[in-house]
T-cell receptor
Framework: AQSVTQPDIHITVSEGASLELRCNYS??????LFWYVQSPGQGLQLLLKYFSGDTLVQGIKGFEAEFKRSQSSFNLRKPSVHWSDAAEYFCAVALTDKLIFGTGTRLQVFP | DTGVSQNPRHKITKRGQNVTFRCDPI?????LYWYRQTLGQGPEFLTYFQNEAQLEKSRLLSDRFSAERPKGSFSTLEIQRTEQGDSAMYLCASSPKGGQFDPGVSNEQFFGPGTRLTVL
């Protein structure tokens, strides 16, 4: 069955440090992949998406993600984290007309 | 603001009561989705509409749940005889995609702020 795994439940980084959030998917065909961010009391905001083409995808707020088919991964990265990046991050794969989400990674940022 | 809106934002009810949530999608988006998110989990798909037609329902959507989108615009999600296990955030999303799933067409979904349901 199609699924998304986010191995890290909680990550803590210092402001200004680099960040990588892991995402692995299980999907038979070429996946359509997404990263969403959810701040407390807010809805999900799309950071970036991958459909095809260049495997390095640029998103909003300085985020990028790299699709690696051989590793079934779509990890999210940011070179320098800001305190406002503290939030919950969800990786998702599109299964026909719906999204399958991972369980999320909570990011905490220390000053 | 022309984003997806949901009302109410919070709902507290007693077990056994019925509740109804409303979602207003982005104007002219013909796809509308409902998801449920429990604490510590990612959103789980419940159902979706293409215009007024309900095209798919998850097995998570028991017979106590019913969703409608009568005129292809706003949608309602009703839960009858609520149970404590129904406590969750109910998220609505809309998408501009019009036809069948097409690998060449964006499947981006725009989410509302959610309705948090607490069943006592």
């Amino acid at each position: 069955a199609q699924s998304v795994t986010q191995p890290d439940i909680h990550i803590t980084v210092s402001e200004g440090a680099s960040l990588e959030l892991r995402c692995n998917y299980s999907y038979g065909a070429t996946p359509y992949l997404f990263w969403y961010v959810q701040s407390p009391g807010q809805g999900l905001q799309l950071l970036l998406k991958y459909f095809s083409g260049d495997t390095l995808v640029q998103g909003i707020k300085g985020f990028e993600a790299e699709f690696k088919r051989s590793q079934s991964s779509f990890n999210l990265r940011k070179p320098s984290v800001h305190w406002s990046d503290a939030a919950e991050y969800f990786c998702a794969v599109a299964l026909t007309d719906k999204l399958i989400f991972g369980t999320g990674t909570r990011l905490q940022v220390f000053p | 603001d022309t984003g997806v809106s949901q009302n109410p934002r919070h709902k507290i009810t007693k077990r056994g009561q019925n509740v109804t949530f409303r979602c207003d999608p982005i104007s002219e988006h013909n796809r509308l989705y409902w998801y449920r998110q429990t604490l510590g989990q990612g959103p789980e798909f419940l159902t979706y509409f293409q215009n007024e037609a309900q095209l798919e329902k998850s097995r998570l959507l028991s017979d106590r749940f019913s969703a409608e989108r009568p005129k292809g615009s706003f949608s309602t999600l009703e839960i009858q005889r609520t149970e404590q296990g129904d406590s969750a955030m109910y998220l609505c999303a809309s998408s501009p995609k019009g036809g069948q799933f097409d690998p060449g067409v964006s499947n981006e979904q725009f989410f509302g702020p959610g309705t948090r349901l607490t069943v006592l």
